[in-house]
């Protein structure tokens, strides 16, 4: 039955929780590993990015964090070496994966990446600072991985700000974060009312002449 009010109020929740920086998310992704897994490894993209301004926004928090880490191979348009990120994984299914949407661009074998990740159960995080809108508006990236971080300055007209979600929240976390949409999967939401529609309109289509489906 579809009730007035909603009775499972965690369906679809992320934990959004607002950081100074894209930068600042993942150091405390990394954090969160860290005391889980002292002795773990990280494994990084081949491709990491760098400038004389600003450093790296991944690898300085690696670096940082005394965390070991380890790469897996990328070709000439950054996309994932399968089945190397494979064999690489499978010799340490303890590490943390991190995926990074470059570009704003989900690889194009992102799908078949974590879906073999969560069969796995490979612990693993996406780098979506250059992808929010892949991921809000698209539904295309950020909902798989365990956390997931964004960064606001690299869209919007602000001079910092970021995200860390927690795409499995426990049901007493709470959000930090100043937008309340963003508590919810909106686009998760939006394929959730689409289904119930049409399975309504699929069970009213058997009373033909007595209801009017659009």
Known sequence: ????????????????????????????????????????????????????????????????????????????????????????????????????????FPDINYNEIVHWLKKNNIYFVEDCAHAWLTDLIGGKCGRAGYYSFYSLHKLLPTVDGGFLVNNKPLNDQKNSNPYFSLSYDLYQIFHKRNENYLYLANVLGEFKGEFTVL
Not at 5 to 27: G, M
Not at 78 to 83: A, Y
């Open 1 to 104: 039955m579809i009730t007035k009010i909603a009775v499972k109020n965690d369906n679809f929740r992320r934990k959004w929780t607002y950081t100074n920086s894209a930068r600042d998310a993942w150091s405390d992704i990394l954090l969160r590993f860290k005391t889980i897994r002292p002795e773990g490894n990280i494994l990084l993209p081949a491709y990491i990015g760098w400038s004389p301004n600003e450093g790296s926004g991944i690898f300085d928090s690696v670096y940082h964090s005394g965390l070991k880490y380890s790469f897996y191979n990328l070709n000439s348009h950054l996309q994932i070496d399968f089945e190397i990120l494979k064999q690489l994984i499978l010799a340490d299914t303890s590490q943390l994966v991190l995926l990074v949407h470059y570009f704003g």
